[in-house]
């Protein structure tokens, strides 16, 4: 089972990017997935998450931090999920890392559990926000 990440990439603030996680070896369809980053010096901090509670209900959980910034989103005929990155800040300079928690009905919160508790993970792409 491998995750890939692609997308990363150098843009000034303001600016947009559009982070991707393919699965090998795993339908992404079926599972939570998970979008979580690492900057310099600090603790891995989950971003977003997009729930596998029914193929109807794709219910999502965002930090504080990224509210009305990030949306995530499912494609399920190209079994990929993407992070939608607007408005993006210096801060959110990091290596961003996908993550799948392989549960049938999996409800994402961002608790602790969640950021420890995930069953795979990719090798992550880098963002960097800088003029």
């Known amino acids: 089972v491998q995750l890939v990440e692609s997308g990363g990439g150098l843009v000034p603030p303001g600016g947009s990017l559009r982070l991707s996680c393919v699965g090998s070896?795993?339908?992404?369809?079926?599972?939570?997935i998970g979008w979580f980053r690492r900057a310099p010096g600090k603790e891995r901090e989950e971003v977003s998450c997009?729930?596998?509670?029914?193929?109807?209900?794709?219910?999502?959980y965002y930090a504080d931090s990224v509210k009305g910034r990030f949306t995530i989103s499912r494609d399920k005929a190209k079994r990929t999920v993407y992070l939608q990155m607007d408005s993006l800040k210096p801060e959110d300079t990091a290596d961003y890392f996908c993550?799948?928690?392989?549960?049938?009905?999996?409800?994402?919160?961002?608790?602790?559990?969640?950021?420890?508790?995930?069953?795979?993970w990719g090798q992550g792409t880098q963002v960097t926000v800088s003029s």
């Open positions: 993550a799948a928690k392989v549960a049938a009905y999996y409800y994402c919160s961002g608790s602790y559990e969640e950021n420890h508790g995930m069953d795979y």
């Open positions: 997009i729930s596998s509670i029914s193929s109807s209900d794709d219910s999502t």
């Open positions: 070896g795993l339908t992404l369809n079926n599972y939570a």
